[in-house]
């Protein structure tokens, strides 16, 4: 079968259309950059999940007014004040409820505590190890033990507090590594972490269990000073 390679890259675009189509997408996208603009937002990273549903929402009204020439662009500049209108009014309701705000935005998650994860944490799915391993690889952090507290801020940055150097304690490594070297038959006598929740135990030779989760896969542990 041969490919009709106009249908695929042109199908029925009216030539004298493709202006209108550049005027459509810069005022489209001008308002949707102005309405971001205009929230106060600085970056992806200070979004929350209702806010990147605003961002989605904004989208789909501006999309259609690119290109089509069914879609008018009053429509979409109503359906973009009405999103706004929605977003200042849940904004102000989730200023004036606590509870409301922690519907819409979510709460704060602690992910380690004195220098262990948070067990709950591992059972929600949307809970990415390595991809937490890879944020703390970049603020410098070589093992739990380095961390006091680590928070999931709702906005998705992590939020770190550090021990003093004279008071690191050994840690469940993050490095790729020595991560990677993971035993279930400890070999020697040493200081071992627990891959699932960090916590940290002296243990002989032989099989062993977590004593805070049960789990039975170790590392060795390390307690090196943060290098900043």
């Known amino acids: 079968m041969d490919l009709d390679w106009n249908k695929l890259f042109i199908g029925d675009l009216d030539f004298s259309f493709a202006l209108e189509i550049i005027i459509r997408t810069l005022m489209m996208f001008s308002m949707v950059l102005l309405i971001l603009r205009l929230s106060g937002k600085k970056g992806v990273r200070q979004l929350s999940l209702f806010e990147v549903a605003i961002i989605i929402a904004l989208g789909s009204a501006a999309g259609d007014p690119m290109f089509s020439k069914d879609a008018a662009i009053v429509p979409s500049i109503i359906v973009f004040g009405s ?80 021990y003093q150097d004279d008071e690191v304690n050994f840690g469940l490594p993050i490095l790729p590594k020595p991560y990677k070297k993971k035993l279930y038959q400890l070999t020697e006598e ?39």
């Open 83 to 162: 999103i706004i209108l929605l977003y200042r009014a849940i904004t102000y309701f989730a200023m004036k409820s606590e509870k409301f705000e922690n519907i819409i935005e979510g709460e704060p998650i602690y992910v380690i505590e004195d220098g262990k994860f948070v067990l709950g944490v591992h059972k929600d799915h949307t809970f990415a190890k390595d991809e937490f391993f890879s944020e703390m690889r970049q603020e410098s952090i070589e093992h739990l033990g380095q961390v006091k507290t680590a928070i999931l801020e709702t906005t998705g940055n992590i939020s770190f507090y550090y």
């Open 190 to 228: 040493n200081i071992y972490a627990c891959t699932y929740c960090g916590n940290t135990e002296k243990l002989q030779a032989g099989y062993h269990s977590c004593s805070r989760c049960d789990q039975k896969e170790w590392v060795i542990a390390i307690n090196n000073v943060r290098l900043t």
